[in-house]
Every structure is written in C-alpha cells, then in structure tokens.
C-alpha cells in the first residue's frame, strides 16, 4: 500500500540509511559499478544475469562483497528450482557412466528491429547517464531499452542473455561432481554469426561454442531464427550424454528425463514452483540470516565466465586457451586484452 520512492541518480538510494538491499536491473554495462558500490554502501544486492560485463569486472564484484560481507544473490533463479538441483545430482551420481558431453541450447526467434536513423531521446530521458561507462554514440530507439541486448557496448550477446541460465545449470553439475576449484575448461572454440536478418543487431543469430573440458565437453548451441524443431525436443535445455544413459533437462516442462540404452526411461515429476518467486525468497532469507545464497556471486561468477570466453572466442575468431588457475590466457596478448574493457570517463570501475 506504498507508493514507491522515485530518483534520479543510483547513489541516493545507496545513501538511504533505511535501505538494507537493493536489486540491480540495469543494462549490463552498469552492473559492475553499480554491484561495487552498492556493497561498499552497505547494502546487499540481487543483481540480474548476467553478473559482469568482462571477466575483470566479475572479479571485482566477488572481491567486493567478501570484503565488505554482503549478499549478493545473481539472478540465475533455476539455481533455486528443485528439479535443476535433482538432475545435477543424478548426473553427478555416475548412474549415466562416463559422462562424455554436455549440451546446452536456445532455440528462439528474435523479429527484426529494422534500420532506424539515430534521433533525439525521448523527452525526460538522461541519455548521457544511461550511457554511462559505454561509448558516447547518438541516440537510436533500437538500442534503448530491451533492445540494448543485440548491442556490444552494453551486452553479453544471447549467450550471456539467455545462454546463462542454461549454461548455469551445466556448471551447477560439474561443480557436484568436480568441486568449484576445478569446474572450468581450458579449450574454447566457438563459431557464429549473423546469418539471417539484416537489421541493426550486432550480435551473433547463431553461434556454436565448444568448451573443453579434458575429459569431457560442453557444447553452446544458439538458433535465434526459429524454434521449429528444436533440440531434444525442447527450446531452451540441457543435455547430459553419457555411456550409459543421457538425461534431459526440459526448461519448460519443469522437469528432466534419463533415456537408457536398454531403451527404459525415467522422468522426473515436473517442479511447479516460480523461480523468480523462489530464487527471491531465496535472498529475502539470506540478508536476514547472512548465509550463503543459492547463487552466490562467486557461483555466478564463474558461469558468467563462460559466458565470456565464449564471446572472446567470437570476436577473434578463432581457439582460445584458458588457464583456469590465473583466469588468463598465458601469453595469448590479444585475448588477454579482453579480460577487461574500457570505461568511458568519469564512469570508471571502482577500486576494491
């Protein structure tokens, strides 16, 4: 029966004493700054998906809330779904045998957002400030709100959008059954492009990109020019492929299916919570009891990242090593440039 405050600027709310958390819903080129200070505010912090906009800024967002004993909870609410938490411990039982692939997939159709010349903002609008950090550039309605998302200089591109989530869940599984110390690859190749419509969208309608593991795969696969005859059966999933037996994680069904090779199959009850619901309640508990978050920001971290070598991997077009234990790419020059990014001045990152 409130009605709610209204500002201009971020940082009046962060000086609100009355204030103990705050939920971060901006593009994701402001998600860095606004996590960092928000924590050194004193506040605890749900932050959509995905956490970064490079893996620098992910390490700092971490950095930020241990140094200063936040909460901060990434919206990747399938961390907060039952039947997520039962197919990646399944997996990690060793019931499917040797575990030899992972895939993960999209399959969506994104319309065109046509050619639009650049024009005034809307009225009202601080254009300037919702930049922020990005390059200067003129205003076009095409990158302005939802459709900031097909635009480097504030996006992830589908894989850090959507991709996420199911990526996530990929994670979730080898971090049971390897430990978040060792649950990242060191080989990544990925190809895409735009290969459907001619509009303003910058980034890829599909993409493949695969994740080397050592002793096993993980597969990214993006289709954003249709969703007829999807993968397995189902737009947006996961697959988990082993010698004995491969489980199918339906994102819209809510629930998850193990096909033997002696043709049996094992389906789950489908989960009929909200996630969002869930994975909210999930922080509403954690800033009063200070535990630990289903998705952590560490948690988060980690499957933002892969998020991120895939699209490094896109933009220089070609293999990419990764040493999982410094977070770099050994002597790799150029694809060490883009372990950071630049900031357009005063909107520099915040120091830790």
Not at 21 to 36: L, N, Y
Not at 242 to 252: E, T
Not at 309 to 314: A, C, D, M, V
Request: include cysteine; aromatic fraction near 10%; hydrophobic fraction near 30%.
């Amino acid at each position: 029966g409130k009605a709610p405050g209204y500002c201009v600027n971020y940082e009046d709310v962060l000086n609100d004493k009355e204030i103990d958390a705050v939920i971060i819903a901006t593009p994701d080129h402001w998600h860095a700054i606004q996590t960092i200070h928000a924590c050194q505010a004193g506040k605890d912090v749900y932050i959509e998906k995905p956490l970064s906009k490079s893996i620098e800024e992910g390490q700092k967002m971490r950095d930020a809330a241990r140094k200063y004993n936040r909460i901060v909870q990434v919206g990747l609410q399938r961390r907060s779904m039952n039947y997520c938490d039962s197919a990646a411990e399944y997996v990690a039982s060793g019931k499917l045998g040797k575990l030899c692939q992972i895939k993960a997939w999209m399959c969506q159709t994104r319309g065109s957002i046509g050619n639009p010349p650049d024009c005034d903002p809307p009225p009202g609008v601080d254009y300037d400030r919702w930049l922020g950090p990005a390059p200067k550039r003129p205003f076009n309605p095409m990158r302005f709100h939802y459709n900031w998302r097909f635009f480097w200089d504030y996006c992830n591109s589908e894989q850090g959008n959507q991709g996420v989530h199911m990526l996530d869940i990929c994670m979730k599984t080898v971090q049971k059954i390897r430990g978040k110390a060792n649950c990242m690859p060191t080989h990544v190749s990925g190809n895409g492009g735009i290969y459907w419509l001619t509009d303003m969208k910058e980034v890829p309608d599909t993409q493949v990109v695969t994740y080397d593991f050592s002793d096993f795969m993980l597969v990214w696969e993006l289709r954003s020019y249709g969703s007829h005859r999807p993968v397995e059966g189902s737009d947006a999933g996961i697959g988990f492929y082993g010698s004995d037996a491969a489980l199918i994680v339906n994102f819209y069904k809510k629930n998850w299916t193990v096909y033997r090779k002696d043709d049996s199959e094992e389906t789950s009850e489908s989960d009929s919570g909200n996630e969002t619901r869930l994975h909210m309640q999930n922080f509403l508990d954690c800033i009063r009891s200070r535990k630990e978050p289903n998705a952590d920001v560490e948690l988060g971290r980690l499957s933002t990242t892969i998020c991120h070598l895939g699209n490094i991997s896109y933009h220089l077009k070609r293999d990419i090593h990764f040493d999982p234990k410094t977070e770099t790419f050994g002597d790799d020059k150029d694809a060490n440039a883009m372990l950071t990014k630049e900031y357009r001045e005063p909107y520099g990152l915040p120091a830790v």
